[in-house]
């Protein structure tokens, strides 16, 4: 039961509009609401930019304008001089009545180029979703490039513009947001694919509005988890942590089996034997002695080694040769929890037609998820949400879609969005390291929804965890596995 975790709800656009109405409709008042959130917005402003004494505030026709002329008046309470972009005339009644009090107190409106040159900040209060995936034009198009051209430090007001909350697309021109205050709840632009870059750092403030009434699309995972891992008896041995069979490790790609080996190895698996090719057998024991590691030929039956195994894991190095087929095909026959990767996945997509009777769970990359949708990485990335839904149908297990907001499918509820991981994980093998940790979640007898989210939470907080003391650059794999009973300690403190 997936239960070690806090989520927030993500909503799609539509929801939150009717949350907003079903409060508006009882006891807040459009400009009270409004009023609040330019509250937040200043307040956000102060704290994230104390020395920030002149603001630009670029302001559009509804009620995202509105809510940057809030933020003017609530800035000029605490003594910062806002200067008014006014992009459209005000259109919704909140933005009239906002603008007018804002003319009352004489602010200064100027053009784009003189706010910008004046302004320590930039706040894009412009459409939020309003653009529905339009193309920029106008006075909005003139206003985005400046806003982007400027090199200042940039506020989006719900979301950047240019950026789709529903669908995480990425406009051909976009504000690339340093931070993003997102009101009622969080969409999906904020949580995953290109989007959540351009949203930058995510603050998301309710106002009030009770976000529980709303139907999640997704489930937003920031908090770190309790601990996960079963609690092991006093009298616990190798026999009873779980054996996992790894499959893969084809000539020239040894590394990549052998990563998830050690992998499985830190994350808890009381047994690993790992099936590869004979010539790599050698290096494994120098490498990890730990292992169990036989030499496979092709064709060889390996019905002995799926009977020991509590999971089996196959893809890493598997390759496509003849060799990685039918091992492939063995495999998939087994009753056992099956986690299927890199070439695994392939092998699945050319030669499967139907999901397996066992629990399976699938870790494809955008790429290899282009090639089982038979699309394009691109459109994957674009619609990652639909993309993970899917695999989830044609696959008929439970899906990790890994890239920057990971996505987890779940049986009968929402997927999982996780707030972890960085771009120091772009390197060859982190989604062995990933497979193996999965793996030996699976064997030690997490279900697959359970396995794959922990898996997948465990890989990329022990990524930031790293990144918190050495940054980014040079995180390796191994650096990553080496890590993983240190960052682990943290959910046991919990």
């Known amino acids: 039961m997936l239960t070690a975790f806090v989520a927030s709800p993500v909503l799609a656009t539509r929801a939150v509009k009717q949350l907003e109405e079903q409060a508006l409709a009882g006891q807040i008042n459009a400009e009270a609401l409004i009023v609040a959130a330019g509250k ?8 994230e930019w104390p020395q920030a004494q002149q603001v630009a505030i670029f302001c559009g026709a509804g009620n995202n304008g509105a809510d940057g002329y809030s933020a003017a008046l609530a800035l000029a309470a605490l003594g910062v001089k806002p200067l008014l972009v006014v992009v459209a005339p005000p259109r919704s009644t909140s933005a009239q009545v906002l603008y007018a009090a804002c003319q009352k107190q004489a602010f200064t409106e100027c053009s784009a180029e003189e706010a910008l040159a004046r302004a320590e900040l930039v706040v894009d209060a412009l459409l939020a979703n309003g653009t529905e995936g339009r193309a920029l034009a106008g006075a909005y198009l003139h206003a985005v490039n400046a806003m982007c051209a400027s090199g200042l ?6 979301l950047p513009t240019g950026v789709h909350g529903d669908t995480a697309v990425v406009g051909a021109v976009a504000v690339a947001a340093t931070r993003t205050v997102a009101f009622i709840a969080p969409r999906l632009a904020h949580t995953t694919g290109a989007a959540a870059g351009f949203c930058g750092a995510i603050t998301v403030h309710p106002l009030g509005v009770p976000v529980g009434q709303g139907v999640p699309v997704a489930c937003w995972v920031q908090q770190q988890c ?18 996992l069979l790894i499959i893969g490790g084809g000539y020239g790609m040894g590394g990549a089996a052998l990563l998830a080996a050690e992998a499985a190895l830190r994350a808890g698996a009381g047994k690993i034997t790992v099936l590869t090719m004979a010539e790599h057998v050698p290096a494994f024991l120098a490498r990890q002695p730990e292992l169990m590691v036989r030499g496979v030929a092709e064709g060889e039956c390996i019905k ?19 060799w ?68 989830t149908v044609l696959l008929g297990g439970t899906v990790v879609l890994k890239g920057n907001g990971t996505l987890v499918s779940r049986q009968q509820q929402p997927p999982l969005v996780l707030g972890c991981g ?8 982190m989604g062995d390291v990933l497979s193996g940790i999965i793996g030996a979640l699976l064997c030690q007898g997490l279900s697959p929804d359970e396995a794959a989210f922990y ?13 918190a003391k050495r940054g980014e650059i040079g995180l390796l794999p191994t650096d990553l596995i080496a890590a993983l009973p240190e960052s682990y300690q943290p959910w046991l403190k919990e």
Not at 40 to 47: G, H, K, N
Not at 304 to 322: C, F, R
Request: net charge positive; proline share 6%; with cysteine.
């Open 324 to 391: 990685g087929k039918s091992l492939w095909q063995q495999a998939i026959n087994t009753p056992k929890p099956l986690l299927c990767d890199a070439d695994a996945l392939t092998w699945w997509g050319r030669l499967k037609s139907a999901p397996r009777a066992g629990a399976t769970v699938f870790t494809p990359h955008p790429g290899e998820a282009a090639v089982l949708l038979g699309c394009t990485p691109r459109e994957v990335q674009q619609s990652r949400l639909h993309s993970l839904r899917q695999l």
């Open 304 to 322: 002995e080694w799926l009977a020991q195994a509590d999971a089996v894991m196959i893809g890493s190095g598997l390759g496509l040769t003849s």
């Open 40 to 47: 937040v917005l200043a307040q956000v402003i102060i704290e």
């Open 455 to 467: 898996g997948a939470w465990w890989h990329g907080r022990s990524a930031d965890y790293i990144a």
């Open 226 to 243: 309790a601990s996960f891992l079963p609690k092991r008896a006093f009298d616990a041995h190798k026999g009873t942590q779980g054996h």
């Open 153 to 158: 430090p940039l506020l989006a007001v719900d």
């Open 422 to 429: 960085n771009p120091g994980m772009a390197v060859g093998g």
